[in-house]
């Protein structure tokens, strides 16, 4: 149980191109998403706490306007980089906490994101 | 500055013998830490986790020790088996802090148990 599907795997695209990534619950509802990020040889960082039906939630440094997060439903929160450039080129992995709290959370298996 | 600390990199152990990954943190509001393994290629895979109202977590082969007063909590898994291969993170959340379930993760140490 608690499966989390993630998609896509793998992305390459041109520097200006936006990129949506979905992050689905797949046997659990889940109120509270999370978006990591990861460069080579770093922890995970995270970016913002995807709240559904409310507003995401961002770290600091993050720029809530590059990185669009929607949480339409207890089984979806989508990533979306806008006007992507070589810089963005990273490892994206969202988590998700089934409803009821106290769990731990479960990921993904992350989006490789390349912006040629 | 890094908040979780896993300084070893990179662990190799014989099969059969205990593995021990280390983690410090230094922030003194975490209250709730979980080890996460990943392969390459897929997302961590939750393993266990330690409240800080204990020192000790057992589940099957794996065992998290916690030293609060050292700010220290090391994972150990005996015996090794070579499907333990893999990248163990050390993460930590405040709970009781109203942060509620954010993680805060360390880099990750590698582990090879050789056959």
């Known amino acids: 149980g608690a499966v989390v599907s993630q998609h896509p795997s793998r992305v390459i695209c041109k520097s200006g191109t936006s990129v949506k990534i979905e992050c689905r619950s797949l046997?659990?509802?889940?109120?509270?998403m999370f978006w990591y990020r990861q460069f080579p040889k770093k922890s995970l960082m995270l970016m913002a706490t995807?709240?559904?039906?409310?507003?995401?939630?961002?770290e600091q440094g993050v720029e809530k306007d590059k990185f669009l997060i929607n949480h339409a439903s207890l089984t979806l929160s989508t990533l979306t980089v806008t006007s992507a450039h070589p810089e963005d080129s990273s490892f994206y992995i969202c988590?998700?906490?089934?409803?009821?709290?106290?769990?731990?959370?479960?990921f993904g298996d992350g989006t490789r994101l390349s912006i040629l | 500055d890094q908040q979780v600390k896993q300084n070893s990199p990179s662990l190799s152990v014989q099969e059969g013998r205990i593995s021990i990954l280390n983690c410090d943190y230094t922030?003194?509001?975490?209250?709730?830490f979980l080890w996460y393994k990943k392969y390459p290629a897929e997302g961590p895979t939750f393993l266990i986790s330690?409240?800080?109202?204990?020192d000790k977590n057992e589940d099957g082969r794996f065992t998290v020790f916690l030293n609060k007063s050292a700010k220290h909590l090391s994972l150990h898994i005996v015996p090794s088996q070579p499907g333990d291969s893999a990248v163990y993170f050390c993460?930590?959340?405040?709970?009781?802090?109203?942060?509620?379930?954010?993680?805060?993760f360390g880099k990750g140490t590698l582990l090879t148990v050789n056959p």
């Open positions: 046997d659990f509802q889940a109120t509270t």
């Open positions: 922030n003194s509001m975490f209250d709730y």
């Open positions: 988590s998700a906490i089934p409803q009821g709290g106290n769990q731990p959370q479960h």
């Open positions: 995807s709240n559904e039906g409310s507003k995401a939630t961002y």
């Open positions: 993460a930590a959340s405040a709970r009781s802090g109203g942060s509620n379930y954010k993680l805060t």
């Open positions: 330690i409240s800080s109202i204990k």
